[in-house]
C-alpha cells in the first residue's frame, strides 16, 4: 500500500489539468490515474483511521497521505481551493470535492455515450435540463442580471459599480478591491453596536444565509461561479456593509462617514442593476443586527436613505412600501415609481413625429411643475373653462415632475429602465415610459431652456446641448410595450394639429422668434395704418370752413 520510495517530486506537468469549479468528472479521473501513478490512491479511497491502524509505521502513513493531500490541491485553483481548505487526510478533500461539485453517475455515463451519436441519450440529456429549468423557476425567478450588450454600449459607465462591488457579478474587477478593506472596517462598526460577540452574531448571519442559499442563487440570471461557501460568506459581508453604511447616514454620525467621495460613489453604486444582493439578505442580516439594538428603526426606513439621495426628482417625497418582498434596493426604487391606477397604452402615433417644448409652447401650451401627486412620473393635460362656456378657454398646461439632470441621473434612469427591459414578466415601463415622453418633448438645447425656464426640469450637468443629448439617447435600442401618458400625448398632438394653434405657432416661428423681426413686423403693421389713412384722406378730404 505504501511507496518505498524515500523522495517525493511534484512537477508542474505531472497534474493533469487545473480544478477551476467545472467537468469536475472529467477532472477526478485524470487525478485518479495520476495517484495511481505515485501508489497513492489508497489513501483517497480507503478510510485513513482504519488504514493507519493496519500500518507498522504511523509516521511513514502520515507522510503519504501528506503526499496525496498535496498533489490534490496542487490540482485545485485559488478560487476553488477554500472548499477543501480545512481538509486535513487526502480522503477527506476528495469527499469534500466530490460531496460539492461531482454529477450524478447517470450523467457521466451519458456524457461518454452522446459520442456515439445515441439519440435517446440527447433526449434524456434535453429533458434533464427543462426539469432543472422547472426547479429554478419554483425557486425564485431570477431578478438580478447583466445588462446587454447593445444596451450597454450606449454608456458602459452607467451598469460598472465605481467604488464598492456588491454580489459575485463584480467581485472579481480588479479596480474595486482597495475598498474591500473600507468594507471590513463598516463591518466591524456593526458588529461593535450589538452586546454578542463577533463570532455568535457572524454565526446567527451565516446560519440565516445559508439556510436559503439555493434560492439566493437563483436571484441571479447568470451563472455564478462562486460555490455556496463562498457566495453566502459575500451575502453576508455585502449585506452587513449596507446596513452600517446606510445606518451611519440615517442617524447622521458625521464622525464615522470618511471619506465623502466614498460615500457619494458608494450611493449610486447601491442602486445598480448588475451590483445587487437579494432583498431577502439584507432583512435576514437586519434582523440578526439592527433589530437587536434599535428597535424603532425598520429595514425600509435604513434603505430609504440610499432611495432619497439617488431620487432624480427631489421635489417629490418618495413612499417606499413596507412589503417585505421587494427583489432589492433597485427594486425597491423602481416600486415608489409605480402607480396601479395609471392605465398603460399603445403608442398609436410613434410613426410619425411628436412636437417638441419649444413647438408647442408656440402652440400655446404651458408647461408647469406638479404638486402633491401620489404618482411622482405624473403627466397631466388641465384645460381651463370659463363658467357659463363648456369649451376650454386659454392655453393648456402639461403638468409634469421636476427631473434634477446631475451627472447620476443618466446612471439612475439607465438601471431602471434596464431592470424593467429585463423583468418585463412582472413589472409594468413607467420610468420607461417617462423617459420616452422626456425624449419626444426634447429635441434640442432650445427645448431644455424652455423647460427650464418653466421650472420642471433643473440642469446641473453643464450646456444645455449636453443635457438635450443625454435624454435623447437614454432609450436607444430599448423596446417600448407599455405607454402610460398615451391619452395626455394624443390630446397635446390634436391641440397641435387644430387649425388656429398651429397657424398661431407658424407666425410665432415666423415673425416673434427674435426682437428683430418683432420690430420689423410693428413697422410693417405702423406704415400699413399710415398708408391706409393717407388712402382715406386723399379720397375724402377734409372740407375747408365756411
Not at 429595514?299 to 432624480?312: K, R
Not at 401618458?485 to 405657432?505: R, V
Not at 420690430?519 to 403693421?525: E, N
Request: hydrophobic content about 40%.
Amino acid at each position: 500500500m505504501l511507496s518505498n520510495s524515500s523522495t517525493f517530486h511534484v512537477r508542474q506537468q505531472q497534474i493533469p489539468v487545473f480544478f477551476k469549479g467545472g467537468s469536475y468528472d472529467f477532472w477526478s479521473i485524470k487525478m485518479k490515474t495520476l495517484l495511481k501513478s505515485e501508489g497513492l490512491w489508497d489513501f483517497v479511497e480507503t478510510d485513513d483511521t482504519k488504514a493507519s491502524d493496519e500500518l507498522v509505521f504511523q509516521k511513514e502513513y502520515e507522510k503519504q497521505d501528506a503526499k496525496a493531500l498535496f498533489l490534490i490541491q496542487q490540482a485545485v485553483d485559488e478560487s476553488n481551493f477554500s472548499s477543501i481548505a480545512a481538509a486535513t487526510s487526502a480522503k477527506q478533500a476528495w469527499s469534500l470535492l466530490k460531496t460539492e461539485y461531482q454529477g450524478s453517475k447517470k450523467e457521466l455515463n451519458q456524457t461518454f455515450q452522446v459520442g456515439l451519436g445515441d439519440v435517446d441519450v440527447i433526449v434524456n440529456r434535453l429533458i434533464e435540463r427543462l426539469e432543472k429549468g422547472k426547479n429554478q423557476t419554483k425557486l425564485s425567478s431570477p431578478s438580478i442580471y447583466m445588462v446587454p450588450r447593445t444596451f450597454r454600449n450606449q454608456n458602459k459607465n452607467s451598469f460598472k459599480p465605481q467604488m464598492v462591488s456588491i454580489g459575485p457579478l463584480h467581485r472579481k474587477d480588479e479596480n474595486l478591491q482597495a475598498s474591500e478593506e473600507e468594507k471590513a472596517t463598516h463591518v466591524v462598526s456593526l458588529l461593535s453596536r450589538l452586546d454578542s460577540t463577533q463570532k455568535e452574531t457572524l454565526q446567527a448571519c451565516a446560519r440565516m444565509v445559508n439556510a436559503s442559499i439555493d434560492q439566493i442563487r437563483s436571484c441571479y440570471a447568470e451563472a455564478i461561479s462562486y460555490n455556496n461557501i463562498e457566495l453566502a460568506e459575500m451575502m453576508v459581508m455585502d449585506g452587513c456593509f449596507i446596513l452600517e453604511f446606510l445606518y451611519r447616514i440615517k442617524k447622521c454620525e458625521e464622525s464615522k462617514m470618511g471619506n465623502m467621495l466614498f460615500v457619494q460613489f458608494t450611493f449610486y453604486d447601491l442602486v445598480l442593476l448588475e451590483n445587487q444582493i437579494p432583498f431577502r439578505v439584507l432583512n435576514d442580516i437586519f434582523e440578526c443586527t439592527i433589530s437587536k439594538f434599535d428597535q424603532t428603526t425598520s429595514l425600509i426606513d435604513v434603505i430609504h436613505v440610499a432611495i432619497e439621495h439617488v431620487n432624480p426628482f427631489k421635489e417629490h417625497k418618495l413612499k417606499s412600501s413596507s412589503n417585505p418582498t421587494h427583489h432589492h434596493i433597485l427594486g425597491l426604487l423602481h416600486e415608489c415609481y409605480q402607480y396601479q391606477y395609471q392605465e398603460a397604452k399603445s403608442l398609436e402615433f410613434s410613426n410619425s413625429r411628436f412636437p417638441s417644448a419649444v413647438e408647442l409652447d408656440r402652440a400655446g401650451v404651458n408647461f408647469n411643475r406638479v404638486r402633491d401627486t401620489e404618482w411622482p412620473l405624473v403627466m397631466e393635460v388641465k384645460k381651463y373653462r370659463l363658467p357659463c362656456f363648456s369649451f376650454p378657454w386659454g392655453r393648456p398646461t402639461l403638468i409634469m415632475p421636476v427631473l434634477d439632470v446631475n451627472d447620476f441621473t443618466e446612471l439612475v434612469l439607465r438601471n431602471l429602465i434596464a431592470y424593467e427591459l429585463m423583468y418585463s414578466k412582472h413589472i409594468f415601463q413607467y420610468v420607461t415610459s417617462y423617459a420616452i415622453a422626456m425624449d419626444m418633448l426634447i429635441d434640442n438645447e432650445e427645448d431644455i431652456a424652455k423647460l427650464v425656464k418653466s421650472k420642471v426640469l433643473v440642469n446641473n450637468i453643464g450646456s444645455n446641448q449636453e443635457a438635450a443629448n443625454m435624454i435623447n439617447s437614454i432609450c436607444k435600442e430599448v423596446a417600448l410595450r407599455d405607454f402610460f401618458y398615451s391619452d395626455q400625448w394624443k390630446e397635446l398632438n390634436h391641440h397641435y394639429n387644430g387649425y388656429w394653434p398651429k397657424y398661431i405657432a407658424w407666425l410665432r416661428r415666423t415673425y416673434f422668434n427674435n426682437p428683430w423681426n418683432i420690430i420689423a413686423l410693428l413697422a410693417g403693421v405702423f406704415l400699413f395704418v399710415l398708408a391706409v389713412l393717407q388712402t382715406i384722406f386723399t379720397i375724402n378730404p377734409a372740407k375747408s370752413d365756411k
